[in-house]
């Protein structure tokens, strides 16, 4: 049997991973002339910057991601700093008067009032779990104080790239059980790229092939079925294509889709697909601004959701003494016209933030579109299935279900795994 993987993101990686050593001849094909998609590294004066990830996996050694790497026997390391997320709350954002709250204590902020219903709804959610509302209208209901809704406008922000508004309360109340299952966040050793790295080699290993700076055109159909790929006008035949760009690109790819009604269905649902947006602002600091490996949530800034330092654990991700920080904040869908200004009011954050800390902005990036933070965005993934058999979809545009960023990949590629090995 023979697989078709369409592009080296994470997701086609860990398909091709597992597929080479499930017997079946692969062939990766990606249009750029390197791999990982939005998940690997480049250098900026010793500093490992990234196409995209902010060098963490939500779920450390023991999410689903890790769980596969271990299955498909890549070699990473991944390590986890325990009790290491904080919300910054600031009582003076001009003034800098702030106090670091543990993540788990969120709550010790709240009125006292609030810290019972707090109490009873930790419990209460985990058997009843909400439904039909955003996560922010469920906040509002019940625990009406802004500081509880700016926290949740941070964790989304963070996480999802999405504010609480736009996050549906259900996938919201799975990512805390995926939190409560598998635990918080852990760096690879090496960053991003040893991930897409190891993955690659495991590929290779396994009697793949990965060919960069080869973009697929059209995904071939006959019968309602996928029977290759053409790329440069030369038909490449394969028993199942996998595609890592999403439903929408991979529905711009099959010329030939049939135009029965599952597929009109099929459309209308691709159509609803909205890429989540964002911007990463990267400092090169010659001292710790965070001090630890984890996350610093910043429910007071006005842009920036949350930020890392992930030299913490691997200190080889920036030069000797230095530390290598990420901020991240989400762009609401309306502003991504404006994302020079959403840039410099994240900077004008970091300087409220961190006031008299010496550091230097190496690089601000912006992600929407044909290259997002999310190409579906959280709670509204439709599955990794296609009306056409044997044309499967992978990566952020498949998430499967609580699954936050790569967990949600890794999740999506397990269940194609699933269908396909059985
Ligand atoms: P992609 O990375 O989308 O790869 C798809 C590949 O397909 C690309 O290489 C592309 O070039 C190729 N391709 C496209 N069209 C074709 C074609 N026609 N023919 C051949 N090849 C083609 N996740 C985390 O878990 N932790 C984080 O800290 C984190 N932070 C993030 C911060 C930012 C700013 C961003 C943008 C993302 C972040 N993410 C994070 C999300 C994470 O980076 C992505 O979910 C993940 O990398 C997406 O992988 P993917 O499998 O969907 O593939």
Redesign the pocket.
């Known amino acids: 049997m023979k697989a078709i993987v369409?592009?080296?993101?994470?997701?086609?990686?860990?398909s091709a991973a597992k597929l080479s050593g499930s017997g079946y001849e692969v062939e990766v094909?990606?249009?750029?002339a390197m791999?990982?998609?939005?998940?690997t590294n480049f250098n900026i004066n010793g500093y490992q910057l990234?196409?995209?990830?902010?060098?963490?996996?939500?779920h450390g050694p023991t999410g689903p991601?890790a769980q596969l790497i271990k299955e498909v026997n890549a070699k990473v390391i991944i390590e986890r700093q325990d009790d290491t997320a904080f919300m910054r709350i600031h009582e003076d954002l001009e003034k800098g008067i702030y106090k670091d709250v543990p993540f788990g204590k969120f709550g010790s902020t709240f009125s006292a009032w609030n810290r019972i219903k707090l109490a009873l709804l930790l419990i209460s959610t985990r058997k009843w779990s909400p439904k039909n509302c955003s996560f922010e209208e469920w906040i509002t209901k019940n625990l009406n104080m802004p500081i509880a809704q700016q926290m949740a406008d941070s964790f989304c922000g963070w996480a999802l790239?999405l504010k609480a508004a736009d996050t549906p309360v259900e996938e919201a109340f799975e990512i805390f059980e995926n939190l409560y299952r598998h635990g918080g966040?852990g760096v690879p050793i090496g960053g991003?790229k040893a991930v897409t790295d190891a993955l690659a080699d495991v590929v290779r290993k396994n009697g793949g092939s990965i060919e960069t700076k080869?973009?697929?055109?059209e995904i071939l159909v006959e019968n309602r079925k996928a029977v290759g790929v053409l790329i440069d006008g030369q038909k490449h035949m394969a028993d199942i294509v996998i595609s890592?760009?999403?439903h929408p690109?991979t529905n711009d790819?099959c010329k030939d889709a049939p135009t029965t009604p599952q597929y009109k269905q099929y459309l209308d649902k691709i159509r609803t697909i909205k890429p989540s947006a964002?911007?990463?602002i990267c400092l090169a600091a010659n001292e710790p601004l965070i001090g630890h490996g984890g996350v610093l949530f910043t429910p007071s800034a006005k842009r920036v959701n949350g930020i890392?330092e992930v030299t913490n654990i691997d200190p080889k991700l920036a030069p000797p003494g230095k530390h290598l920080v990420m901020a991240?904040q989400t762009v609401q869908w309306d502003r991504i016209p404006f994302l020079e200004e959403e840039i410099d009011l994240g900077i004008a954050d970091l300087e409220r933030i961190f006031p008299n800390k010496d550091y230097e902005i190496l690089l601000a990036?912006s992600?929407y579109d044909g290259?997002?933070?999310?190409?579906s965005s959280s709670g509204t993934d439709i599955g990794n299935t296609t009306p056409i058999e044997g044309l499967y979809v992978?990566?952020?545009?498949a998430k499967g279900k609580g699954g936050?960023?790569?967990?949600?990949?890794a999740l999506g590629v397990k269940n194609t795994m699933n269908i396909i090995l059985g």
């Open positions: 369409i592009g080296s993101g994470l997701g086609g990686l860990l094909f990606e249009r750029l791999i990982g998609g939005r998940f990234t196409t995209g990830a902010l060098h963490m996996l939500p991601l790239s966040p991003c080869t973009e697929v055109t890592n760009i999403g690109f790819l964002g911007v990463k890392n991240h990036q992600y290259w997002p933070v999310n190409r992978v990566g952020d545009g936050i960023e790569v967990e949600g990949v």
